[in-house]
């Protein structure tokens, strides 16, 4: 069975994967790269880098889609 963290990486891993495929292509932000950075520090156990690192995804949505869009929903 799972961990409760293999579970959570799981879960944060799908959301930021979907909300990055939700995003249209436009210039200049490539939420793939976001969510690429994030699962390789969360895998290497850094946790408060990957947090940044989601915090920095969850805010380009907004500033791009806006805080009413599924891409900003799948970000947070």
Excluded: K
């Amino acid at each position: 069975m799972p961990s409760g963290r293999t579970s959570l990486q799981v879960i944060g891993v799908l959301l930021l994967m979907m909300a990055a495929l939700w995003a249209p292509p436009c210039a200049g932000t490539n939420f793939q790269e976001y969510v690429e950075r994030y699962s390789e520090l969360f895998d290497a156990g850094n946790y408060d880098a990957a947090l940044a690192e989601a915090r920095r995804f969850e805010a380009a949505a907004r500033a791009q889609h806006g805080n009413q869009h599924e891409s900003y929903a799948g970000a947070l």
